[in-house]
């Protein structure tokens, strides 16, 4: 009998910068092709593989639609090289998975796939989630990618990752009932979660909210300082000669260096902070909507009003300090201290730049 009328088919959420698949000759594009056939001969079941957001079907509201796919066993299988932490998009898609599967207790269903740059994925790494990357126990792939389509060690590599999924699968099923999502429209019907709790949830989200106030004022006060420092010590670099230019950049260095560390330190545990209060307000909102009254419709909005009241001046600092960054990479280019210096900072404002756009995500949630 053919698998199609025997096997159960499973979702699977690719997510990667498009750069890596050009850079690899289409390489992603195969992997997950021939995965989908791996599995099917190891497992007897199929693969629905989606690429994108609009593959998917999702559109603007694609993040509304993770808790049930997660629900379903679907799995998010990021594929890593370390220019995947340089795309926000990325980073979003990373954050929101991981941060509704955690408050699921179904981790397990993000499988992170590293194709380059392994031995950088440290738990020291500066950046969030190339931390979270690591404690993930990610599959190391390079070996596969490296050999190419075919090789020995790509057939290896997908035998191990489609068993790995088989056995995902299974935990999932075990763990969620078995309970599946074959079509974006079951999606869309599936009833509200009779083990959820919303005065739990509640106490989470005032537990966190306590905590993001004081981690807002203290990444919004770090940005300013590292603002205000790199900005005035640019002015004062006049067209002089290049020995004198290059001692003022190692000045600059020197007192940019600790502002930047602690915009690193205050705007990543803003960020965690808000990845956590990004899975339950979501789980909230739906779960309120789903309710179908008036009185459930304007909780929900009262709750994102409460959340999203303080990001107003994160916003114009934030959007303020785009033009001097962009003026600091000629002067980085000249100076090794000076790069080293600003790097951290840069990590800062790419997180304060994601926690902007998340907390604005949630006034464009429907309600009602």
């Not at 092709?33 to 199929?46: I, M, P, V």
């Not at 593989?49 to 796919?69: A, L, N, P, T, Y």
């Not at 404690?135 to 596969?144: G, H, P, R, T, Y």
Request: with cysteine; glycine share 6%; proline share 3%.
């Amino acid at each position: 009998m053919d698998v199609s009328t025997t096997g159960q088919a499973n979702r699977i959420f690719i997510s990667y910068a498009h750069l890596d698949d050009d850079l690899l000759n289409r390489a992603v594009a195969h992997f997950t092709n021939d995965l989908k056939s791996f599995y099917a001969a190891q497992t007897g079941g199929e693969l629905e593989v989606f690429f994108d957001r609009d593959s998917i079907g999702w559109g603007s509201d694609w993040r509304k639609r993770i808790d049930s796919e997660l629900r379903g066993a679907s799995i998010f299988m990021p594929i890593i090289t370390m220019q995947y932490f340089n795309r926000p998009a990325c980073r979003e898609e990373l954050n929101a998975f991981y941060g509704s599967a955690d408050l699921l207790g179904t981790g397990f269903l993000v499988l992170p796939v590293v194709v380059m740059g392994a031995s950088r994925i440290t738990a020291e790494h500066p950046m969030p989630e190339v931390r979270l990357i690591e404690s993930i126990q990610f599959e190391n792939l390079e070996e596969a990618f490296m050999s190419g389509r075919g090789t020995p060690e790509w057939r290896r590599a997908l035998a191990l990752v489609a068993d790995k999924l088989g056995s995902i699968i299974a935990q999932a099923e075990e763990k969620l009932g078995n309970q599946k999502n074959s079509t974006t429209s079951e999606i869309d019907q599936i009833e509200p979660d009779e083990n959820f709790d919303l005065f739990e949830h509640v106490e989470l989200l005032n537990e966190i909210g306590n905590r993001l106030a004081s981690e807002m004022q203290s990444a919004e006060q770090d940005l300013v300082q590292w603002f205000g420092i790199v900005q005035d010590e640019m002015q004062q670099i006049a067209a002089t000669s290049p020995n004198v230019m290059r001692a003022r950049l190692v000045t600059i260095a020197q007192a940019v260096r600790n502002p930047s560390l602690n915009l690193q330190v205050s705007a990543s545990a803003l960020a965690a902070s808000v990845t956590q209060a990004d899975a339950l307000i979501r789980s909230m909102v739906g779960e309120l909507n789903g309710a179908h009254t008036k009185e459930a419709s304007n909780l929900a909005n009262e709750l994102i009003s409460s959340m999203t009241s303080d990001s107003t001046d994160l916003r114009e600092v934030s959007d303020g300090l785009v033009e001097i960054l962009g003026m600091l990479k000629t002067m980085e280019l000249l100076s090794v201290p000076l790069r080293k210096a600003i790097k951290p900072g840069r990590v800062g404002f790419a997180k304060i730049q994601d926690v902007v756009a998340t907390i604005e995500g949630w006034g464009n949630m429907p309600t009602g």
